[in-house]
């Protein structure tokens, strides 16, 4: 059997990714991971991701995966750097890809980034796009509650409405053109988001970028699946129970998620 | 030394509880556990509930405290109950006190109760209420937004506002003339509560009566403080990082909390 890529977040957003994975390399094989008994990891410490975000990984590495997709940007930033040195296997996050595609999108080089006070607070995604080009201009805006909305299923909703308005203005203000989705909960109430912005304004989802990067990458070690026309094998886990992300990964996902490819797992024993 | 007591939490909301054994009292040492690396509990699974406050209760037990207050009501809700089976001190939760109130204050036997989806899911409030007054009719209604609100430090704003208008306008439809406070957060939104209910409803508190149980219990077992007219001490323990709690607590408790009595420890281990 082919290993499977594993792909982990602080709870459901990470879904948007898995998504994306199963789009653009059909051929090969998942696990998820969602840590759902722990979510959210935006407003928590960098040390407590980083044990949070290492637990995960010895967990998706006794499932043998050929690398890691870290679908999570809090993660991506406060964890990705330490761990990335601490395995053998390859190992992405979603900020670099996020940062390169909002590069090559803008024209005033004025470029927006929302996403958890984490994120936000290590300014990884102006120093990414300072490296990319010195002349960009980056703002950032932390919005804490859209997790929480999420996560509550609010995706259409006249509160995640006034919430985003009350955020987001404030960065209507500056004068961007482009707006990445630092945080893989956000593509999930994109529509709010775009309405918002104004049309004028590029949103950007590192979802699709990162993707784009894994398959480099898996063709660069040689490690792309080559089992093709077979059906995937997508596995999930979570830690908490497995009900609530059963439902929420039905919406998200293009296939089946059912109590038969959902398990629940104690993440603190790993 | 006299024993402390132990009160712990999923995060900064059982501070209110805390506050009322300080008022009440005040000879007492406290040892605080709040769950900051793990909050908020209130949209997780009973088992997921129950096995964290196992750990926090063992932990609890290494500070040889002589009394346990949950001052969580999802905790005391899903977990209390097997707890209190499997220990030797005595533990109370924060339900049947805020039950008892309600009770007694209410005149037309229309109770409203607030709090988590696991809190309201549970329906242990209708289930003390019906037991201690058989015409009591009881209406819960889950509010999940209003932990991550008051964590994120919005306890007078505009976003609070509307969403509880949401959440309450539905309970204004009943003809209730009291309701439970059935979260140790929402005290902290109190105002708001009491602005969007009117006046004719009153808003019982459960860390109040919880105290006077406390008491009660303290004084029954024989193992109330003796020592008088001196300094309690006051301990503080999270499982993220101490700064957000410190802010936090500081504007809660009538006492200084400081780097020095705050400590983080780390809870998996218990």
Not at 30 to 58: C, E, H, M, W
Request: net charge negative.
């Amino acid at each position: 059997m082919e290993k499977p890529i594993g792909v982990f977040d602080s709870g459901v957003g990470g879904l948007t990714v898995a998504r994306e994975i199963m789009r653009q390399l059909p051929n090969e094989n998942l696990v998820y991971f969602g840590d759902t008994a722990r979510v959210p990891y935006g407003s928590k410490s960098p040390n407590t991701v980083l044990r949070f975000s290492r637990q995960i990984v010895n967990f998706l590495q006794t499932k043998d995966v050929k690398a890691i997709v870290v679908a999570c940007n809090t993660a991506s930033a406060l964890a990705l750097p330490t761990i990335q040195k601490e395995i053998d296997i390859p190992i992405i996050g979603v900020i670099e890809a996020g940062a390169k595609t909002a590069c090559e999108v803008t024209e005033t080089k004025h470029i927006g980034v929302i996403g958890t006070e984490g994120t936000i607070k290590s300014r990884i995604y102006t120093k990414c796009l300072m490296e990319l080009d010195s002349e960009i201009t980056v703002v950032g805006k932390a919005c804490p509650l859209f997790v929480p909305l999420v996560e509550e299923g609010l995706v259409e909703d006249r509160i995640t409405d006034d919430i985003a308005s009350r955020y987001l203005g404030e960065l209507k203000d500056y004068d961007i053109d482009t707006l990445i989705l630092g945080c893989t909960h956000y593509p999930l109430i994109r529509n709010t988001i775009a309405r918002i912005m104004g049309e004028e304004v590029k949103l950007v989802n590192p979802a699709y970028e990162t993707t784009k990067s894994l398959k480099t990458l898996l063709a660069e070690r040689g490690i792309l699946s080559k089992e093709k026309n077979r059906e995937p094998i997508y596995e999930y886990y979570v830690s908490d129970a497995v009900e609530r992300f059963i439902s929420f990964a039905d919406d998200v996902l293009p296939c089946n998620v059912n109590e038969e490819n959902v398990q629940s797992i104690d993440i603190e024993e790993y």
